[in-house]
């Protein structure tokens, strides 16, 4: 099992999130990846976390920010990648993995068979930020600024689609070992295939591992206590 | 000097920034006309069909193979390894440009869960491999005299080990982690994205 990072993106600085709602600074992209390198964690997820619509210039300010950084661990990128023509300013981005939302929830075919046919599927992660309500299961819909039940229509097309899928635990975000795993029973998709973020610490990493989950990201503790980190790693 | 084929995918970038930070001169470079006589480097992310076609718009194929054959060196890595073989299985079968020998084919990698090789597996090459081969790095400014560690893999189609001189990839041993053929390097795994020890195989077969 993969055990890596996941950090917000915004306008060039990244941040690490609490419970889906506040941010902490933690510095430049440059100097963010340059730590985890140093740690040499598995794998470094960079969210840009739209809520509403997106501004065409941070998106490129945040692009040229992961351009223009020098990290030799593998990385993904997602948020506000919707469209066809956000598609063609992602040329040259020193990432192998992409990440979807919007377009999974939307079932829009015409932007996923072009990742497909233009990154592989092996490009392709679902991220899914969810909450988990008196046992019914609700993903965040980014353009609309809520949430909305997770049907079993959309869970069916990410499992076709998707190469990984990416579970966010929304409410527990931020906060040390706390990621619920009840929330994985009410996703009807194989556990290899899952990755989670979202309050996880080394208990959650531990029964990840016997659950055969394929990648826990950590969010919190990231750089503001490193050493913690780091012997979690 | 060292080549780097830019078709506009992400790695060739990610491949500069190791070369830069390991002292290695590069170009990026999008022409055959701009090719420099050392190495040339095909990086690759993404699907055979988009990058075979990139690869024909400038007839790149004939270029390569001369380039191989006045003693330069052709690293593939990972979808640029395929593009070395003679046909892979993607994008409903495609003819592939065959310089590591005709029977060298690409295939999906898991056709029962048809999931991805994505993640970390150990990785042993040795000088003596190297030599066995007769793979003779241009610069060959490693002084090791073999290398132990793990690297990154990100693949859904792999190269089926063949007759030629190979390293397979651990617990997959059905399919090449790298490969070799007279002045032609293919390379499953991402070196530029494996941090320190990719870096030090960079150094190792250059």
């Given at each position: 099992?993969?055990?890596g990072?996941?950090?917000?993106?915004?306008?060039?600085?990244?941040?690490?999130?609490?419970?889906?709602?506040?941010?902490?600074?933690?510095?430049?992209?440059?100097?963010?990846?340059?730590?985890?390198?140093?740690?040499?964690?598995?794998?470094?997820?960079?969210?840009?976390?739209?809520?509403?619509?997106?501004?065409?210039?941070?998106?490129?300010?945040?692009?040229?920010?992961?351009?223009?950084?020098?990290?030799?661990?593998?990385?993904?990128?997602?948020?506000?990648?919707?469209?066809?023509?956000?598609?063609?300013?992602?040329?040259?981005?020193?990432?192998?993995?992409?990440?979807?939302?919007?377009?999974?929830?939307?079932?829009?075919?015409?932007l996923?068979?072009?990742?497909?046919?233009?990154?592989g599927?092996?490009?392709?992660?679902?991220?899914?930020?969810?909450?988990?309500?008196?046992?019914?299961?609700?993903?965040?819909?980014?353009?609309?600024?809520?949430?909305?039940?997770?049907?079993?229509?959309?869970?069916s097309?990410i499992?076709?689609?998707?190469?990984?899928?990416?579970?966010?635990?929304?409410?527990?975000?931020?906060?040390?070992?706390?990621?619920?795993?009840?929330?994985?029973?009410?996703?009807?998709?194989?556990?290899?295939?899952?990755?989670?973020?979202?309050?996880?610490?080394?208990?959650?990493?531990?029964f990840?591992?016997?659950?055969?989950?394929?990648?826990?990201?950590i969010?919190?503790?990231?750089?503001?206590?490193?050493?913690?980190?780091?012997?979690?790693? | 000097?060292?080549?780097?084929?830019?078709?506009?995918?992400?790695?060739?970038?990610?491949?500069?920034?190791?070369?830069?930070?390991?002292?290695?001169?590069?170009?990026?470079?999008?022409?055959?006309?701009?090719?420099?006589?050392?190495?040339?480097i095909?990086?690759?992310?993404?699907?055979?069909?988009?990058?075979?076609?990139?690869?024909?718009?400038?007839?790149?194929?004939?270029?390569?193979?001369?380039?191989?054959?006045?003693?330069?060196?052709?690293?593939?890595?990972?979808?640029?390894?395929?593009?070395l073989?003679?046909?892979?299985?993607?994008?409903?079968?495609?003819?592939?440009?065959?310089?590591?020998?005709?029977?060298?084919?690409?295939?999906?990698?898991?056709?029962?869960?048809?999931?991805?090789n994505?993640?970390?597996?150990?990785?042993?090459?040795s000088?003596?491999?190297?030599?066995?081969?007769?793979?003779?790095?241009?610069?060959?400014?490693?002084?090791?005299?073999?290398?132990?560690?793990?690297?990154?893999?990100n693949?859904?189609?792999?190269?089926?080990?063949?007759?030629?001189?190979?390293?397979?990839?651990?617990?997959?041993?059905?399919?090449?982690?790298?490969?070799?053929?007279?002045?032609?390097?293919?390379?499953?795994?991402h070196?530029?994205?494996?941090?320190?020890?990719?870096?030090?195989?960079?150094?190792?077969?250059l």
């Amino acid at each position: 099992m993969r055990v890596g990072a996941s950090i917000l993106l915004i306008n060039g600085y990244c941040y690490q999130s609490y419970s889906w709602s506040y941010t902490r600074p933690l510095g430049s992209l440059k100097k963010v990846l340059s730590f985890l390198d140093k740690y040499e964690v598995d794998e470094i997820c960079i969210t840009r976390p739209i809520k509403g619509s997106d501004n065409p210039s941070v998106l490129a300010n945040d692009l040229r920010a992961i351009r223009s950084s020098s990290c030799s661990s593998p990385l993904s990128f997602g948020g506000g990648i919707r469209s066809l023509a956000s598609l063609k300013n992602l040329q040259q981005l020193p990432v192998e993995r992409l990440h979807f939302s919007n377009a999974f929830f939307n079932m829009n075919s015409r932007l996923i068979n072009k990742v497909k046919n233009q990154y592989g599927k092996q490009a392709i992660v679902a991220s899914v930020p969810v909450k988990l309500v008196n046992g019914q299961l609700f993903f965040y819909d980014s353009p609309a600024k809520n949430f909305k039940i997770l049907s079993n229509k959309i869970i069916s097309y990410i499992k076709d689609n998707a190469d990984e899928v990416l579970i966010i635990d929304t409410q527990n975000e931020g906060i040390n070992n706390s990621f619920n795993f009840d929330i994985l029973d009410g996703i009807d998709l194989p556990l290899n295939k899952l990755m989670i973020t979202g309050g996880i610490g080394q208990k959650q990493i531990s029964f990840a591992k016997e659950l055969g989950l394929i990648s826990c990201l950590i969010d919190n503790r990231i750089l503001h206590r490193e050493n913690f980190m780091k012997r979690e790693l | 000097m060292i080549n780097i084929l830019d078709l506009g995918y992400g790695n060739s970038a990610s491949i500069a920034n190791t070369l830069d930070s390991i002292g290695y001169p590069y170009e990026l470079i999008s022409k055959p006309a701009q090719l420099h006589k050392g190495v040339l480097i095909i990086p690759g992310v993404g699907s055979i069909l988009a990058f075979n076609q990139e690869l024909s718009k400038k007839n790149w194929s004939k270029s390569i193979k001369q380039y191989a054959h006045s003693g330069n060196n052709v690293i593939g890595i990972c979808l640029g390894f395929h593009a070395l073989t003679a046909h892979s299985e993607e994008s409903n079968g495609m003819k592939c440009m065959g310089f590591l020998g005709s029977s060298v084919k690409t295939i999906i990698v898991d056709k029962e869960n048809k999931r991805s090789n994505t993640g970390w597996a150990p990785f042993f090459i040795s000088k003596q491999f190297l030599e066995k081969a007769k793979w003779n790095p241009y610069f060959g400014r490693s002084r090791k005299q073999s290398l132990q560690g793990r690297v990154f893999y990100n693949h859904r189609y792999g190269v089926i080990a063949s007759e030629n001189t190979f390293i397979p990839i651990s617990e997959r041993e059905k399919y090449a982690s790298l490969m070799i053929k007279g002045n032609f390097m293919g390379i499953q795994f991402h070196p530029e994205k494996s941090q320190e020890f990719g870096r030090s195989i960079l150094e190792f077969i250059l």
